[in-house]
């Protein structure tokens, strides 16, 4: 299964972005993880197809109405079988 990590920058914690996240992942068949790193910014790792995966970007791209995303960047990492989706 395809994955990447995603980092998201901007006023995205404390908005309920995680759990947004979560959502779409799991309406998108996504595994992984959304979390808060100390930087402010919130770290998706997500593994699915390459449909899924590209359509979970561009959501993270506006993310949850109280969100504002200033940037969200991308890097592919080794595909690997990652099941559920949580937000730690």
Same mark, same amino acid.
């Given at each position: ?7 998201? !920058?901007?006023? @995205? ?5 995680? $759990? ?5 992942? =799991?309406? =998108? ?8 790193? $100390?930087?402010?910014?919130? #770290?998706?790792?997500?593994?699915? +197809?390459? #449909? ?13 109405? $109280?969100?504002? @995303? #200033?940037? @969200?960047?991308?890097? +592919?990492?080794?595909?690997?079988? @990652? #099941?559920?989706? !949580? +937000? !730690?």
């Amino acid at each position: 299964m395809a994955c990447v990590r995603f980092l998201v !920058s901007g006023k @995205v914690q404390g908005v309920l972005f995680r $759990a947004s996240t979560c959502e779409q992942a =799991l309406r =998108l068949g996504i595994g992984g993880h959304a979390r808060n790193l $100390a930087d402010g910014d919130v #770290e998706v790792l997500a593994c699915g +197809t390459d #449909e899924a995966l590209d359509e979970l970007g561009r959501w993270l791209r506006h993310g949850p109405p $109280a969100a504002r @995303v #200033e940037r @969200v960047t991308r890097a +592919t990492l080794p595909d690997r079988n @990652v #099941e559920g989706f !949580s +937000t !730690s």
